[in-house]
């Protein structure tokens, strides 16, 4: 079946670090791509996303790469902090309209001062 | 502004029993959801709501009723509790229907043991 999943379920790295987490979908027809941050104890919060006919995007401390050609999708994070420390996950919205998103299974990211 | 609220936060229940699970949205959404989270895997979608008036199912329906009271409120049912419903269950809202845009506001999780 299609599916988002992630590459490596846990990442450890040191403060200051740039951190990279990878996604890889199988769904060709997926137009938009979603990563969310999940804090312990905390529902998900939207970090950046991108559009299918894009293959970067920026925002603060974080960029979004989409590679088509292989069906992969990675978070870099910037000069990795204590805070950054969370659970985070990809998604793709398969449908035009509305946000019914699938959610890969998560990777977490473990910032060591 | 509280942006979404669910409650209960946690609940523990016995097999066969029934229970709602509230939620409520402050931000003038057209659109809310609900998903559950399980150990280890990422958010699968139960029922959400498009717009007011609409309900429709999503990856994982079965053992759930939605209600969508009104634009504000999007309720949880589970009419006769499983072991396998024990989860911790997020409720979402989003601002544009018919606008493609993934970013979902969460609340904070419903956690449900069923016993």
């Known amino acids: 079946g299609e599916s988002v999943g992630l590459h490596l379920p846990t990442l450890s790295v040191q403060e200051g670090d740039n951190s990279i987490i990878n996604c890889a979908y199988s769904n060709s027809a997926s137009d938009y791509f979603i990563w969310y941050k999940q804090e312990s104890g905390k529902g998900p919060q939207f970090i950046i996303d991108?559009?299918?006919?894009?293959d970067k995007r920026q925002g603060q401390r974080v960029t979004v790469l989409l590679n088509k050609t292989v069906k992969h999708l990675s978070l870099q994070i910037a000069a990795t902090q204590p805070g950054d420390s969370a659970v985070y996950f990809c998604a793709e919205n398969r449908h035009s309209g509305y946000s019914t998103l699938t959610f890969g299974k998560g990777t977490m990211l473990l910032v060591s001062p | 502004n509280a942006g979404v609220t669910q409650t209960p936060k946690f609940q523990v229940l016995k097999t066969g029993q029934s229970m709602t699970l509230q939620c409520a949205q402050d931000?003038?959404?057209?659109?809310m959801y609900w998903y559950r989270q399980d150990p280890g895997m990422g958010l699968r979608l139960i029922y959400y709501s498009a717009s007011e008036g609409t309900t429709d199912k999503g990856e994982v329906p079965n053992g759930y009723n939605v209600s969508r009271l009104n634009k504000r409120e999007f309720s949880l049912r589970l009419e006769s509790a499983a072991p396998s419903q024990t989860s911790v269950y997020f409720c979402?809202?989003?601002?544009?229907?018919?606008?493609?845009?993934?970013?979902?506001?969460f609340g904070e999780g419903s956690r449900l043991t069923v016993l």
């Open positions: 979402a809202s989003s601002g544009l229907a018919g606008a493609n845009t993934g970013e979902l506001f």
């Open positions: 991108i559009r299918s006919n894009m």
């Open positions: 931000m003038n959404h057209n659109s």
